[in-house]
């Protein structure tokens, strides 16, 4: 947009002179009027190319051609000196690009386009004696050697600038480069904190089930035990009446062994007894047959006898 505002300018300024001299009657008609048309064109032109993209760089090169051609046109037909001035403002407008080789073939092209007017004007003797016309040239030299070497060092400021921002960004992108790895490796470490969580709040929930269980365990303990002194008490009683019984057994079997030993001594009496009377027994069988031997002769002798008796 500056460009087109500034060459916008320069048309104008270039109008204005034309017209002016026009009204006066010091130019030809045909020569206003061709320049008016072909400053209409190139306004025109720019503002077709700078609304198809702001951001070419087109439109500087044609706002160049276009006020090189028209410096040189005014330059050759009229005996017009502020022209130079718009010469300059142009090369002034080449500096904001900061390209360094086109500033020089720039500056190249406007110095042979200013020559070219110098010697056509000279040679038409509008300087002649004119000391004044001199050192204006000389000063439109010195002016543009000035733009020249300001725009090469503005040109290396604005690449050391750039430069710097460059490493100025790259620094900065290292660094958002860092964030991002120190982003990344924080979420995966969170990620792994949240399953150390989740799984903290799963063993914290089974250590309370199991401190639960305990609780339960130990209430059921509790009672167990309760259960088991009593059991205890009461296994105690029993071994007691264990050891009591015990006791009375001893004394029972001391007892009942004494009484074996007396019965052991009474069934070898009654052994013996037993032996005796087994002989007496013998001996009563021995007699008992005896008798009977005895009681068959006795009843024979009873028979004999009483066949006797009978016989009397």
Not at 5 to 31: D, E, G, R, T
Not at 88 to 109: D, H, M, N, R, V
Not at 151 to 170: C, M, P, V, Y
Request: charged share 15%; hydrophobic share 45%.
């Amino acid at each position: 947009m500056f460009y087109i505002i500034a060459s916008s300018l320069l048309a104008i300024v270039f109008l204005f002179y034309l017209w002016l001299k026009l009204i006066n009657h010091n130019i030809s008609p045909i020569v206003t009027y061709a320049n008016t048309i072909l400053i209409a064109v190139f306004c025109v032109v720019n503002v077709v190319t700078h609304l198809r993209n702001k951001a070419t760089r087109l439109l500087k090169v044609f706002t160049t051609i276009e006020i090189g051609i028209e410096y040189l046109l005014v330059g050759l037909q009229t005996d017009a000196s502020f022209i130079h001035y718009a010469l300059i403002a142009i090369f002034i407008l080449q500096i904001p690009y900061y390209e360094k080789k086109s500033l020089k073939k720039t500056a190249l092209g406007l110095f042979v386009l200013y020559l070219i007017v110098m010697i056509v004007q000279a040679a038409k003797g509008i300087y002649g004696q004119d000391v004044n016309a001199v050192c204006s040239t000389l000063l439109v030299f010195l002016i543009g050697i000035i733009i020249l070497e300001t725009g090469k060092i503005t040109i290396l400021f604005n690449n050391d600038a750039i430069g710097s921002s460059r490493e100025e960004h790259n620094h900065v992108k290292e660094v958002l480069d860092n964030i991002l790895d120190v982003s990344q490796t924080v979420h995966q470490e969170t990620t792994k904190t949240t399953d150390l969580m989740n799984q903290l709040v799963q063993t914290t929930e089974s250590v309370a089930n199991s401190m639960q269980e305990i609780s339960d365990a130990t209430n059921m303990t509790a009672t167990s035990i309760e259960e088991q002194s009593q059991m205890t008490g009461t296994i105690q009683n029993a071994i007691e009446q264990t050891s009591h019984i015990s006791e009375q057994m001893v004394q029972i079997a001391e007892d009942s062994n004494e009484s074996i030993r007396k019965n052991m001594a009474a069934m070898e009496s009654l052994k013996q007894q037993s032996a005796m009377i087994k002989d007496t027994n013998h001996s009563v069988t021995d007699a008992m047959a005896k008798l009977q031997e005895k009681t068959k002769e006795v009843e024979t002798i009873a028979g004999s006898i009483m066949a006797i008796s009978g016989q009397t």
